[in-house]
T-cell receptor, first 106, second 111 residues
């Protein structure tokens, strides 16, 4: 079993829809990261959180340490949100999920 | 601030050759980590450098080695290249236990 599991693997949404991507992990962590990767490879850090909830624009990330679960929400989705979203947990190193491929159609 | 920069952006090598990839961390960052990302998969941790020493290492063979220089820049070396080494190699810099910033990656193709 992978230490970090993401769901869904693939997600297609219509522009304007509310999107949720989930991440479950099985190890102790000091922090959890949500990352965005566009075609071509570059990774952008969206959030780093160790408790509670963070919001940045249309993006919201939550984490439940007791349940070892985090969610990334995108409100009012837009085609430019199309990317791979990756959850990574930090112990003594970063361990990544396989990513969720999001496609937002106009 | 240029952020994390990696060079080259693309590289094609032949099986058996050696390759060196380079990473300049974000200004002020002292920790550099390297990751290998195969097509369609999440990145896998190779190793992390701090104060010019390898501090952590993932499950990669000794063909993968690295170095960190006094200015915190880093190199990743891969010897005796295999076809399976073809991947996107990502570098990330940070301060210890702080948010990581990623470079654009080096796309290595081994033929």
């Amino acid at each position: 079993k992978n230490e970090v599991e993401q769901s869904p693997q693939n997600l297609t949404a219509q522009e304007g829809e509310f999107i949720t991507i989930n991440c479950s992990y099985s190890v102790g962590i000091s922090a959890l990261h949500w990352l965005q990767q566009h075609p071509g490879g570059g990774i952008v850090s969206l959030f780093m959180l160790s408790s509670g909830k963070k919001k940045h624009g249309r993006l919201i990330a939550t984490i439940n340490i007791q349940e070892k679960h985090s969610s990334l929400h995108i409100t009012a989705s837009h085609p430019r949100d199309s990317a791979v979203y990756i959850c990574a947990v930090e112990g003594n190193k970063l361990v990544f999920g396989a990513g969720t491929i999001l496609r937002v159609k106009s | 601030d240029a952020g994390v920069t990696q060079s080259p952006t693309h590289l094609i090598k032949t099986r058996g050759q050696q390759v060196t990839l380079r990473c300049s961390p974000k200004s002020g960052h002292d920790t550099v980590s390297w990751y290998q990302q195969a097509l369609g998969q999440g990145p896998q941790f190779i190793f992390q450098y701090y104060e010019e020493e390898e501090r952590q290492r993932g499950n990669f063979p000794d063909r993968f080695s690295g170095h960190q220089f006094p200015n915190y820049s880093s190199e990743l070396n891969v010897n005796a290249l295999l076809l399976g080494d073809s991947a996107l190699y990502l570098c990330a810099s940070s301060l210890v236990h702080a948010e990581a910033f990623f470079g654009q990656g080096t796309r290595l193709t081994v033929v």
